[in-house]
C-alpha cells in the first residue's frame, strides 16, 4: 500500500495548548489511514492521527452512497431545489429563513483548531473521492467543511425542533401564498406564490400535527436499555443501542467503526454527511438516544401594527424594525424564484397565523451549535465523570441519553438543552412577542435535568417515554421540574414490554441479552383482547340500531369474525411471521386508530377487525394470511419507498409497530397489492458488553451500501428477518483476523 496523500487540506492541531497549522500534504506517510472492511462490508478506519480518520470516514461514506451524501448536503444548504425541483421549494424557504449556512459556516469559522482540524480533514475526504472519481460529481463541485454542520442543523432543528415548538404546515402555506402582510406584488414571500404549484410534494419536514404516528406514538419510537453488573452473569455492564428511523432519505443510517492511535476511537452509527458517529461505544463506555420532548423551541406572535411601517413590531413599550432580505434559488428544469426572508429579536418569521400575524421562531442552540464539538469531546472520554463533563455542555440540544461503562456505572439523562422561561405563561401555544416576559433566560444546568445513576433495580430503559418510568422506582415526579422541561410523554406500549423483559433477566449471558432485545409480544394485547371478547359477548343483546352492518345478524362476515375472537383470546400474543392472529390484531388497531368515524361507535375494535377480515378476503382471497406473508423488507435499486413490487426480492418480518408494544419496531405500510412494506423502524440495532473488554454486534437494516449493485445492499436484509446479529469486530485484532480487504483511501 502507498500512502494516502491529501492533496487539499490544511490541518489545525494543537501543540502544547497552541494551534499550529500543518500541511498534510507534506506529510504523507505518518498520516495515512487504512480501510478494513469485513464480510458485510462495515469499515473500520485505522489512522494514526484523528484527522486521518475524519478524512477516510468521509471517504468510505461517500463509497457507501455519494449521491446521498450529496443529496443530504444540497437540502441542509437550501439548494434542494437545484436537485430536486419546485417541490423543495418549501424545504429551501426553510433552511434560508433559519440562516443555516450562515450560521454553519460562522460556527466553522469560531471553532478550536482541533474541531477545525476535524472538519477540514472530513471535506477533504470527500473533496479527494470526488477528484478520484468524476464521475460521480453531481451539482455538488466541492464540500465545505461547514457542510456538515449544516446538515445537523437541518435534520434536527429545521426538521424536527420546529415541529416540536408547534409549528404547522398551513403557517408556512401562509407565508408563502400571502406574503406580507397579506399579499401585494412588492412584498410576496414567493414570486410568483400563484403559480409555483404544490411546494410541499417533495418536503421532509415535519408539522406538529402530522408528529403522531398511525398508533398515536410520538414519533414512531426508539428504544435503549442499560444493564448493571447486579443483573449480569459476569458482573458486567450491557447497552442496547436501538433507533428508530426511516429507512429512507435523510435518516439513513450507515455504520462505521473509526480507530485514531491519538484517541478518536468509536464504533457505531452515523449518517451520510455527518462529520463523527453519535451512538455506540469506544473501548471504556457507550451511549445510545432516543428522542425526548422538552420545550427546546417556542413560536412568537409578533405584533406588526403600523401600516405606514410594515416592517416595524412592538416590544414593551418601544417600537422595533425587523431584518428583511431576499435570496435568489435555482430550481431545477424551471425558473430560478426569489424569495424573501424576515426576523425579528427573537429569530427567523416561518409563517402567519390564523390572523395573519408572523410568527417567529426560537430555537434552542440553533446559533451557538457545537454538536459534533461534545460528541468528540464524548467519543474521547474515558470514565463517568470526563463523559458527565463532555454531556454537560449541553450542546446538543435534546435526546434520552442512555449510559453504560467497564467500571460498572449505568445512567440515564433526560438531556436537553431547556430555557429558563416564566411559568406563568402556556408555552405549549405561541406566546406573545411584544411581551419582554417572554424572552427566554440561561439554559438550565446539566444538575437541574432528570437523570438516574446506578439504580438498585439494576436495569434503565427509555422507549421514548417519562424519565418517570425509567426503572422501576425513580425518586422524582413531573411536579420536581418547570413545567416546561419536560414533554407530554409518558407509559407507553414499548416501556411495558420493555420492564416485563428487563425484570426478567437475571444472571443474564451476553447471548441472552442479544435474544433478548427482539422480544415481539404485544404489550397492548393485554388490554385490547378483553376489550374484543367484552364486545363480541356482548353483540347478541343489543339494540339492532347499534350494530354495524358488517356485524349485522345473517352477515357473512358475523361468524368470521366469532371464529377470529376465540383464536385471540387463546393466543399467546407474539407477533411471528408464521402468526395469523399477528394479523388479526396489528391491522384492526392500526384501522380503529385510523377511521374516526368507526372509534365513535359502540363495537368499534370489532367493527374494524370486521372490516379487516373483509379486505384480507378481497385481496388474499382468504382472511388467514400470516404476518410474514403480508409484512415485508424490500430494498427498491431506486431506494424510493414509491417503487416497491411484489416483483422485487424481499423477506418477511415478524416486527411490529411500537404503539402494539413490540420492542422489534417495524412499521410497513400497504402497497397496492394487499402487502405492507417496511418503511421505518428497527433501523440499527447494536448490543454490547463493557468487561475487561468490549464486545458488541449490530445489525443495520438492508446493508452497508447504497449502491444496488453491491453486494451488501440488501445483505444483512436475512439477518433482520431472523432476528439474528452479525459481529461488531473492535479491537485491530480481530478487524485484521476478519477482514476480507483492505486499503488506503486515495491510492490505487
Not at 376 to 381: E, G, K, L, T, Y
Not at 433 to 462: C, I, K, M
Request: no cysteine.
Amino acid at each position: 500500500m502507498r500512502a494516502i496523500t491529501f492533496r487539499s487540506v490544511v490541518v489545525a492541531i494543537v501543540i502544547g495548548g497552541i494551534g499550529t497549522a500543518v500541511d498534510l500534504r507534506a506529510q504523507e506517510a505518518p498520516d495515512r489511514a487504512t480501510v478494513y472492511r469485513d464480510g458485510y462490508g462495515v469499515p473500520h478506519v485505522f489512522g494514526p492521527t484523528d484527522a486521518s480518520v475524519a478524512f477516510g470516514a468521509a471517504w468510505v461514506q461517500a463509497e457507501e452512497d455519494w449521491p446521498a451524501v450529496e443529496r443530504n448536503f444540497l437540502r441542509a444548504s437550501g439548494r434542494g431545489a437545484e436537485l430536486l425541483g419546485e417541490e423543495a421549494l418549501s424545504d429551501d424557504y426553510i433552511a434560508r429563513a433559519l440562516e443555516i449556512p450562515r450560521l454553519s459556516r460562522e460556527e466553522y469559522e469560531r471553532s478550536d483548531p482541533r474541531m477545525r482540524g476535524l472538519l477540514d480533514a472530513y471535506a477533504a475526504g470527500f473533496n479527494e473521492y470526488l477528484d478520484e472519481h468524476p464521475e460521480a460529481r453531481g451539482l455538488l463541485e466541492r464540500v465545505e467543511p461547514w457542510h456538515t454542520l449544516a446538515l445537523i442543523r437541518f435534520k434536527y432543528h429545521q426538521l424536527e425542533f420546529l415541529a416540536y415548538g408547534g409549528f404547522e404546515e398551513e403557517y408556512l402555506e401562509r407565508l408563502l401564498e400571502d406574503g406580507w402582510p397579506r399579499g401585494g406584488a412588492s412584498g410576496t414571500a414567493v414570486a410568483p406564490a400563484s403559480s409555483t404549484g404544490d411546494l410541499h410534494a417533495g418536503s421532509i419536514m415535519r408539522y406538529a400535527s402530522t408528529l403522531r404516528g398511525p398508533l398515536g406514538d410520538i414519533p414512531l419510537g426508539s428504544n435503549e436499555w442499560a444493564l448493571g453488573p447486579s443483573r449480569t452473569a459476569d458482573g458486567t455492564t450491557m447497552l442496547l443501542v436501538n433507533p428508530h428511523q426511516s429507512f429512507f432519505g435523510v435518516e439513513r443510517y450507515v455504520e462505521i467503526h473509526m480507530h485514531s492511535d491519538e484517541g478518536l476511537v468509536f464504533s457505531g452509527l452515523s449518517r451520510f454527511g455527518f462529520l463523527l458517529p453519535y451512538m455506540g461505544n469506544n473501548p471504556q463506555l457507550g451511549w445510545t438516544y432516543t428522542d425526548n420532548y422538552a420545550d427546546i423551541s417556542d413560536l412568537y406572535v409578533e405584533r406588526f401594527d403600523d401600516p405606514a411601517a410594515p416592517l416595524a413590531y412592538s416590544y414593551g413599550d418601544e417600537s422595533r424594525t425587523a431584518e428583511t432580505w431576499t435570496e435568489s434559488v435555482e430550481v431545477a428544469d424551471g425558473e430560478a424564484r426569489t424569495l424573501r426572508f424576515w426576523k425579528t429579536h427573537h429569530g427567523p418569521v416561518v409563517g402567519l397565523d390564523e390572523e395573519g400575524r408572523p410568527l417567529a421562531a426560537k430555537i434552542a442552540r440553533l446559533e451557538d451549535g457545537g454538536w459534533f464539538a461534545q460528541l468528540d469531546a464524548m467519543i474521547r472520554a474515558r470514565s463517568l465523570e470526563e463523559f458527565q463533563g463532555a454531556v454537560g455542555r449541553l450542546s446538543i440540544a435534546y435526546m434520552n441519553l442512555m449510559y453504560a461503562d467497564a467500571d460498572g456505572n449505568i445512567w440515564y439523562l433526560y438531556g436537553s438543552a431547556v430555557p429558563r422561561r416564566d411559568p406563568s405563561f402556556d408555552w405549549g401555544d405561541p406566546v406573545d412577542g411584544s411581551d419582554p416576559r417572554t424572552e427566554w433566560g440561561d439554559y438550565h444546568r446539566l444538575a437541574d435535568l432528570p437523570q438516574v445513576l446506578n439504580p438498585r433495580s439494576g436495569f434503565l430503559l427509555n422507549t421514548n417515554s417519562a424519565p418517570f418510568v425509567a426503572t422501576d422506582s425513580v425518586g422524582f415526579t413531573r411536579a420536581d421540574f418547570p413545567p416546561y422541561m419536560i414533554g407530554t410523554e409518558d407509559d407507553n406500549p414499548r416501556a411495558v414490554s420493555s420492564r416485563r423483559v428487563l425484570e426478567e433477566l437475571n444472571d443474564v449471558t451476553f447471548d441472552a441479552f442479544a435474544h433478548a432485545v427482539w422480544d415481539t409480544r404485544l404489550s397492548l394485547a393485554d388490554s385490547l383482547i378483553p376489550v374484543l371478547v367484552e364486545q363480541w359477548e356482548a353483540l347478541d343483546a343489543a339494540e339492532a340500531s347499534d350494530v354495524p352492518e358488517v356485524l349485522a345478524v345473517g352477515a357473512s362476515g358475523r361468524d368470521a369474525v366469532g371464529a377470529a375472537i376465540e383464536r385471540l383470546r387463546v393466543w399467546d400474543r407474539r407477533a411471528t411471521i408464521e402468526s395469523v392472529e399477528t394479523t388479526w390484531f396489528v391491522i384492526p388497531v392500526e384501522r380503529w386508530f385510523m377511521d374516526r368515524d368507526i372509534q365513535s361507535r359502540p363495537f368499534a375494535h370489532l367493527e374494524a377487525l370486521a372490516r379487516v377480515l373483509e379486505d384480507l378476503e378481497r385481496d388474499w382471497g382468504r382472511m388467514e394470511v400470516a404476518w410474514g406473508e403480508l409484512n415485508r423488507l424490500q430494498r427498491p435499486s431506486s431506494q424510493d419507498p414509491d417503487d416497491f413490487s411484489p416483483d422485487l426480492p424481499s423477506v418477511p418480518v415478524a416486527g411490529a409497530p411500537s404503539g402494539v408494544g413490540s420492542i422489534f419496531v417495524f412499521h410497513s405500510e400497504f402497497g397496492s397489492t394487499g402487502i405492507r412494506y417496511g418503511q421505518h423502524g428497527n433501523s440499527f440495532m447494536k448490543v454490547i458488553e463493557f468487561g475487561p473488554t468490549v464486545r458488541g454486534r449490530s445489525l443495520l437494516v438492508f446493508g452497508q451500501s447504497g449502491d444496488p449493485e453491491s453486494p451488501h445492499f440488501f445483505d444483512q436484509a436475512q439477518l433482520y428477518s431472523d432476528r439474528e446479529f452479525k459481529p461488531a469486530w473492535f479491537t485491530r485484532e480481530e478487524v485484521e483476523a476478519n477482514a476480507v480487504e483492505s486499503y488506503v483511501p486515495g491510492e490505487p
